[in-house]
């Protein structure tokens, strides 16, 4: 069931992101938990300008093994993008299927359990050549039993 649910989130980022005709771009993160378990994750994410200040914005996220736990994600996420001259800052908000799993325990076997939940935040980007652009974020996901805030660093190349 997990598998079917995840599967179904990243074939609606898919769609998502090329129903439409916009601007589009491709780029990988690397995000740091700043509750615990302190982890940091790698992850990849696409972008897709519906309007002008408006993009949907898909990405798949894995968080490294600390303290027996590895989680990834699967966000959609709505942006709503100021700009200022070349800088750009936005507000975001969007849904977030989570996955833990503790394996290696001692004396133990190993768990999974994976939650829908809500994703709030904010970032700003800066183009650093016509096509290639870096961004900060700041992101609250709001799941149960487990809420958790990032921060995160990426570069995005749009095409």
Not at 61 to 68: E, H, I, R, S, T
Not at 105 to 131: C, D, M, Q, R
């Amino acid at each position: 069931m997990k598998k079917l649910l995840m599967l179904a989130c990243a074939l609606i980022v898919s769609a998502a992101m090329f129903a439409q005709q916009g601007d589009k771009s491709v780029g990988i993160n690397i995000k740091y938990g700043l509750d615990d378990p302190k982890s940091t994750g790698f992850g990849i994410k696409g972008q897709y300008g519906i309007t002008d200040p408006i993009r949907i914005e898909g990405s798949f996220n894995y968080f490294l093994k600390k303290d027996y736990l590895t989680m990834l994600d699967v966000n959609v996420n709505l942006h709503y993008v100021f700009t200022f001259g070349e800088f750009g800052v936005y507000p975001l908000a969007g849904v977030t299927l989570q996955n833990a799993r503790v394996s290696g325990v001692p004396g133990g076997g190993s768990h999974s359990e994976s939650k829908f939940g809500l994703n709030l935040g904010a970032g700003a980007e800066y183009p650093i050549t016509e096509k290639i652009k870096v961004n900060l974020e700041f992101t609250y996901k709001l799941v149960n039993d487990y809420d958790r805030s990032l921060i995160g660093l990426g570069v995005a190349y749009k095409f």
